[in-house]
């Protein structure tokens, strides 16, 4: 364990991303800008000002370092004259050489960003059980959602290629299909999912409920009824069948409205109610 410290330094950037190599001038030399507004991007928008005086795992802090060095680069490509060198991309240092063509660049661009996203996707993995992180604002924003990341988008969402910014771009769409997933199984139920992943604290009973959530999402979001009516029944079926492991849902009005029973005529009763 280390307090949080964002020492990035050449040796660093290169180790992170591969494809900066050490051309004259480096690729590290111009990217002081963009590392500093990453940085800041990732402290404020994913650390949060709770965690940012606390204790990480080295992997954590690793992965901190690693995706702002890609992110930084990745902001970066559009304003360097990149050269394919044999180790990789470097930067254009005088007139006689070409910069690399522009479907290179787009393709490395692509690839940076993805690797990006998978950082940060991991950065939040090693958060979640953090005990300041996950009750913290940053962490209700960024895990609010059973897709909190790019690659369950990719999974179980139907979109193979899908980066960070579809997952915004579609967290409309996902917040509709998992209002649906919510009228059946509570709110309260789904609240806690999210806070148990959060908290890396979800037991057995819940992690299959996660992923047959995350099953039905899916299929709501591509408009697969037939296969989407067909989850749904096997989560209310599970739920039903391990109630002793969702007491949230038992003691939710979803389930309250399942197991009403109306008023039983005695023979009796003065006033018969029909």
């Given at each position: 364990m280390q307090m949080i410290t964002i020492d990035i330094n050449q040796e660093k950037f290169e180790k992170y991303v591969s494809a900066a190599t050490d051309a004259e001038p480096t690729i590290f030399d111009m990217l002081g800008d963009y590392?500093?507004?990453?940085?800041?991007?990732?402290?404020n928008d994913v650390l949060g000002a709770d965690i940012q005086n606390t204790d990480l795992e080295d992997?954590?802090?690793?992965?901190?370092?690693?995706?702002?060095?890609?992110c930084a680069?990745?902001?970066?490509?559009?304003?360097?004259?990149?050269?394919?060198?044999d180790n990789g991309f470097g930067v254009v240092s005088n007139s006689n050489v070409a910069p690399a063509s522009a479907d290179r660049v787009d393709k490395l661009r692509v690839q940076v960003i993805r690797l990006g996203d998978e950082s940060i996707d991991r950065l939040i993995d090693g958060l979640c059980?953090?005990?300041?992180?996950?009750?913290?604002?940053?962490?209700?924003?960024?895990?609010?959602?059973?897709?909190?990341?790019?690659?369950?988008?990719?999974?179980?969402?139907?979109?193979?290629?899908?980066?960070?910014?579809?997952?915004?771009?579609?967290?409309?769409?996902?917040?509709?299909?998992e209002s649906q997933i919510i009228r059946h199984i509570s709110r309260i139920q789904f609240k806690r999912i999210c806070e148990g992943i959060r908290m890396n604290n979800l037991t057995n009973e819940e992690n299959t409920l996660l992923y047959m959530i995350r099953k039905a999402v899916g299929f709501i979001m591509n408009k697969d009824v037939l296969s989407s009516d067909t989850v749904i029944?096997?989560?209310?079926?599970?739920?039903?069948?391990?109630?002793?492991?969702?007491?949230e849902y038992k003691t939710s009005d979803a389930y309250q409205v399942k197991h009403f029973e109306t008023y039983a005529n005695d023979k009796d009763d003065t006033t018969y109610f029909f």
């Open positions: 590392i500093t507004v990453a940085t800041n991007d990732f402290v992997k954590v802090t690793e992965e901190l370092e690693r995706g702002i060095c890609l680069f990745a902001s970066a490509i559009p304003e360097l004259d990149l050269v394919l060198t059980g953090n005990a300041k992180w996950y009750c913290s604002a940053n962490a209700r924003l960024l895990v609010s959602s059973v897709y909190y990341k790019s690659d369950i988008l990719r999974k179980y969402g139907g979109v193979p290629d899908a980066t960070r910014a579809d997952l915004r771009k579609m967290r409309p769409v996902i917040s509709a299909a029944a096997d989560i209310e079926n599970y739920l039903e069948g391990n109630i002793d492991s969702f007491s």
